[in-house]
Structure formats: C-alpha cells, structure tokens
C-alpha cells in the first residue's frame, strides 16, 4: 500500500533555532500534502495545505512566517518551524492524499516529535 | 464552520463486551474517516465511508455513516485487550467544486481501554 515517511521521528532543539520536517510520498505521487499538529492527548488540528509548486494555503491563525511550507516537488514537502519556542513543542503529522487513484484515502506519516527546550 | 463530535471521550470496557462510539458532525459531508492510534505513533486509517447507508467491517470494528443525521457509528465486538488504542473520526471539508479537498476535521479522539 501507499506509504508516507516522515523524518525525523523525534527531535529536541533549543529555543531559538530552526527545525526542518520532511514528508515523503515514497510509492505515489501527491500533488497535495497536508499539515498537522497534535498537543498531548488532543485531537488533530490542520495547519496548512502543501500544494506542490504552489504557496502553501494555512489555516486561520496558523503563523505563516513561523511555519514556513516548501512543497518542491511531487514526492516531498517540509515544514520548517522557525526561531522554535517551547510551545511549538507538538506532535506533527503529514498526510498525503492519493486522490482519484484510490478514491478517499489519506495516509498519514509517522509523525514528528518536536521538544523545544 | 465544520464542527465534529465524538462520544464517548473515554471508554473502559471488559474484554468480550460490545460497545458504540458516536461521531456527529455539523454540516454537510459524504466522506467520513476513521483511524486509530497507538500512543505515540501516528494514524492507521481503519474506514473510508464515502455514502449514506455504508457499513464497512474489519475483524471486530464495524462502522456506519448516515449522511441524514450526519452521524457515524463505530461498533465494537467482543472487545478484546488489542483493541487498546484512540480512534478518531474525521469529516472533510468540500472543495469549491463539490468534491473532498482532503482537508480533515478531527473529533477529540475516544480513548479505549479493554481491561481483562
């Protein structure tokens, strides 16, 4: 089946730096990706919407400038969280879309840990 | 604005027992999804629901959606300890040209707990 990746698992920065996440369609091509952020024991919230060779589209009040979306290519989008504070730290997920090709499903990544200290 | 909601919230049940999780959702919406996940992983997708009336099963977990009532059922069979996990519902959103955009609202997630 589709199988998204995602890296890295698990990442611990002090506050102030950049932090990159990628999100790779390893078997099939998707012109979108999707964003999310998940607090402890909470639901998933959409931040963004990556479109491939496009801007980014974010949710509301998602900061587009601390959250920076590149979607270069068909196969892989990062999301990089800049100048990182400790309340950045969150789980994120990617997912992906197959579209038309298997109508309905999404796959989602492994997802990223990020720990801000 | 597309609101989802998932009861119960937690859920502690003994194994062999059956039980229902309740998804209701605010607007319109023909594709309904749900998943489940271990914690500190990510999300399995366990249904798609794409219509009203479809009923999809897999080993244990049954699910439903009425599009009429904007209400989706997760059922449980004789649960038993693997069955340990959060499952969410999501509902997307239509695109502008009437067809899933694939921008998910989750509902806040139901943990289950099947004790022995």
């Known amino acids: 089946g589709a199988v998204v990746s995602q890296h890295p698992s698990r990442v611990i920065c002090k506050s102030g730096t950049s932090v990159k996440i990628e999100c790779r369609s390893l078997?099939?091509?998707?012109?979108?990706m999707f964003w999310y952020r998940q607090f402890p024991k909470k639901s998933l919230m959409l931040m963004a919407t990556s479109n491939e060779g496009s801007k980014a589209t974010y949710e509301q009040g998602v900061e587009k400038d601390k959250f920076l979306i590149n979607h270069a290519s068909l196969t892989l989008s990062t999301l990089t969280v800049t100048s990182a504070h400790p309340e950045d730290s969150s789980f994120y997920i990617c997912s992906a879309s197959l579209g038309g090709q298997v109508l309905g499903k999404l796959f989602f990544g492994s997802g990223t840990q990020l720990s801000v200290l | 604005e597309l609101k989802v909601e998932q009861n119960p919230l937690f859920l502690s049940m003994q194994e062999g027992k059956n039980y229902t999780i309740y998804c209701n959702y605010s607007t319109t919406s023909d594709r309904l999804y749900w998943y489940r996940q271990d914690p500190g992983k990510s999300l399995e997708s366990l249904f798609v629901l794409l219509s009203n009336g479809a009923v999809k099963q897999e080993g244990r977990l049954m699910a439903s959606l009425d599009t009429k009532a904007r209400l989706s059922t997760l059922h449980i069979t004789a649960a038993v300890h693997d069955l340990s996990a959060t499952y969410f519902c999501?509902?997307?959103?239509?695109?502008?040209?009437?067809?899933?955009?694939?921008?998910?609202?989750f509902g806040k997630g139901t943990l289950l707990t099947v004790n022995p």
């Open positions: 078997d099939f091509q998707a012109t979108t």
């Open positions: 999501a509902v997307d959103i239509k695109g502008n040209s009437g067809g899933s955009n694939y921008k998910l609202t």
